[in-house]
Each structure stands twice: as structure tokens, then as C-alpha cells.
Nanobody, 130 residues
Framework: QVRLVESGGTLVQPGESLRLSCAAS??????????IGWFRQAPGKEREGVSC???????YYTDSVKGRFTISSDNAKNTVHLQMNSLKPEDTAVYYC??????????????????????WGEGTLVNVSA
């Protein structure tokens, strides 16, 4: 069983930055064998893939966050970060991290099909408001 815990969500003003973290744990878990994705769900909207990273470092970003968000992994700490810059009100959502036990996962496919992810965290709320 894999456990994912998100942290870092809070209230920020437009234009500010925030870093989310996803700490993963479990027997036999390692970021060299799992792909991790960040997804978000705003009120009244469907869950969407924001950014994903494979076990070999391939990354994917949805168009609306390209150039503003950066995903990175710290394999030694089994933690994946999402650095979010130039935040906009439309970035307001609950952000979830999710894991897929697959080496060299196809990150675009993974990010656009959240139903394929095997493990999910409880989410952390990001509120971008003046």
C-alpha cells in the first residue's frame, strides 16, 4: 500500500508563488519505480491533470500552467514538489497527488487519464484570491 500526503496549500494573492509537496511512503515504494502526478479539482469542475513526472524524469504540463509551474522529484526523500509561480485566481482548487506503479510511464497519457492512477492523497487546498 502506498500513502501519499500533500502539503503546502494555503491562501495567496494573485501573482504570488507557492510550493506544494507530495510525500510518498509504503513498503517497497521508490520514485525510481513510480510515476507521480499532480491533479486539481475546482468547485463544479472535473478533476484535471496539472503536471506529471515519470520515474526517469520525463515531465508533462497542462497548457494553462506551462511556464509557471515546475514539477520536481527528490528520490532520496520520496517527495515530489510542484513549484507554482505567477498564480492566478483560476488556479484555485484542491490539489491532489497520485501515483502509478510503472517505470517510464507515458506522462501525457497519465496526466490526461486520472482514472489510471492507482493511489491518491487527500488533497491540499490552494486559494488564489485578492
Amino acid at each position: 500500500q502506498v500513502r501519499l500526503v500533500e502539503s503546502g496549500g494555503t491562501l495567496v494573492q494573485p501573482g504570488e508563488s507557492l510550493r506544494l509537496s507530495c510525500a510518498a511512503s509504503g513498503v517497497g515504494f521508490g520514485l525510481d519505480r513510480y510515476a507521480i502526478g499532480w491533479f486539481r479539482q475546482a468547485p463544479g469542475k472535473e478533476r484535471e491533470g496539472v503536471s506529471c513526472i515519470s520515474s526517469v524524469g520525463s515531465t508533462y504540463y497542462t497548457d494553462s500552467v506551462k511556464g509557471r509551474f515546475t514539477i520536481s522529484s527528490d528520490n532520496a526523500k520520496n517527495t515530489v514538489h510542484l513549484q507554482m509561480n505567477s498564480l492566478k485566481p483560476e488556479d484555485t482548487a484542491v490539489y491532489y497527488c497520485a501515483a502509478l506503479s510503472r517505470k517510464r510511464a507515458l506522462v501525457q497519457a497519465m496526466c490526461t487519464r486520472p482514472e489510471t492512477l492507482e493511489y491518491w492523497g487527500e488533497g491540499t487546498l490552494v486559494n488564489v484570491s485578492a
